[in-house]
């Protein structure tokens, strides 16, 4: 049964920073594109940030660029997200995703609310 728990939210000025962790279960990590996405209430959920799986290189939203680095440890079946320079318009809750590389299929952690305060 995969697994993913995301843990590391929080409430934050405005300008400081917050690093996500998600740790996984059930699943070949490394075989699997990591991604972090975020909703706003009302709003539908939007990705933040990709971990490709076997070793290509990170994909970021445009608000993320710059201030977000996604990064994975395939030893600890781990994948994070440092956020700097959060902004209000960053609160949301982040959710930790996993896809499989060849079965395209998605599973979804329970997420973790970030709150960022003017």
């Known amino acids: 049964q995969v697994q993913l728990v995301e843990s590391g939210g929080g409430l934050v000025r405005s300008g400081g920073s917050l690093r996500l962790s998600c740790a996984a279960s059930?699943?070949?990590?490394?075989?699997?594109?990591m991604m972090w996405y975020r909703q706003v209430p009302g709003q539908e959920r939007e990705v933040v940030a990709r971990?490709?799986?076997?070793?290509?290189?990170?994909d970021y939203s445009n608000f993320a660029k710059g201030r977000f680095t996604i990064s994975r440890d395939n030893t600890k079946d781990t994948v994070y997200l440092q956020m700097d320079t959060l902004q209000p318009d960053d609160t949301a809750v982040y959710y930790c995703?996993?896809?499989?590389?060849?079965?395209?299929?998605?599973?979804w952690g329970k997420g973790t609310p970030v709150t960022v305060s003017s």
């Open positions: 971990s490709a799986a076997f070793g290509q290189g990170p």
């Open positions: 059930g699943l070949h990590f490394g075989g699997f594109h």
């Open positions: 995703v996993a896809e499989g590389y060849f079965s395209g299929i998605k599973y």
